[in-house]
């Protein structure tokens, strides 16, 4: 069974510092990984989608890597702002199975503060 | 524009009632799923739909149903035989094809009075 983790759980930085997320997961047969963020009480906006064939993803002040082989995701925020902070989360979607499922993990907590 | 609305933002439940909570989706996309999100987890998969009149169970279907009988509308129904529903509830869609990603509403609180 697919397990997602995210390490720390909690994140505090001062405003202006670049920063780094990371997400593993068991098991290598992904088909791809997504990056979401989460503001309290909100649902989840898409980040970055990551296909299993490539190696990272850019977005603005977001670099999303993937190294499948190692089951690890990392997500870079470069000069991270107060707006930044919210839940971010990442899931990954396995090859077998049917249909578009995503197995999440729990989340790391980002304050950004000024 | 373009999204994705569920309904109602907060939802109470008495003992024994079913309640339903509702998605809708206007991105004209085939796949649907209802996720559970509990404190200090992650969301959980409860049900999915990749068609019309086509459902899947999810890794906690137990004590909900649901049903697609149009393209943009996904219900959930949460009934009495769920003991534990006090959870955030998240619609999602997508176009349906793997490698696209999923789309979120804004979700449901549903609480016990």
């Known amino acids: 069974k697919q397990e997602v983790t995210q390490i720390p759980a909690a994140l505090s930085v001062p405003e202006g510092e670049n920063l780094v997320l990371n997400c593993s997961f068991t098991?290598?047969?992904?088909?791809?990984l997504q990056w979401f963020r989460q503001d309290p009480g909100k649902g989840l906006t898409s980040l970055l989608l990551?296909?299993?064939?490539?190696r990272e993803q850019t977005s603005g002040r977001l670099n999303a890597s993937l190294d499948k082989s190692s089951g690890r995701s990392t997500l870079y925020i470069a000069a991270s702002q107060p707006g930044d902070s919210a839940t971010y989360l990442c899931?990954?979607?396995?090859?077998?199975?049917?249909?578009?499922?995503?197995?999440f993990g729990t989340g790391t907590q980002l304050k950004v503060e000024l | 524009d373009g999204g994705i609305t569920q309904s109602p933002k907060y939802l109470f439940r008495k003992e024994g009632q079913n309640v339903t909570l509702s998605c809708e989706q206007n991105?004209?996309?085939?796949?649907m799923y209802w996720y559970r999100q509990d404190p200090g987890q992650g969301l959980r998969l409860i049900y999915y739909?990749?068609?019309?009149?086509?459902?899947q169970k999810g890794d906690i279907a137990e004590g909900y149903s649901v049903s697609r009988e149009k393209k943009e509308s996904f219900p959930l129904t949460v009934t009495s035989a769920q003991k534990n529903p006090t959870a955030f509830y998240l619609c999602?869609?997508?176009?349906?094809?793997?490698?696209?990603?999923?789309?979120f509403g804004d979700g449901t609180r549903l609480s016990i009075l």
């Open positions: 899931a990954v979607r396995l090859l077998t199975g049917g249909g578009n499922k995503l197995t």
């Open positions: 990551i296909q299993s064939s490539q």
């Open positions: 739909s990749q068609i019309v009149n086509d459902f």
């Open positions: 098991d290598s047969a992904i088909y791809n």
């Open positions: 999602a869609s997508s176009i349906g094809h793997s490698n696209q990603p999923q789309h």
């Open positions: 991105l004209n996309h085939d796949a």
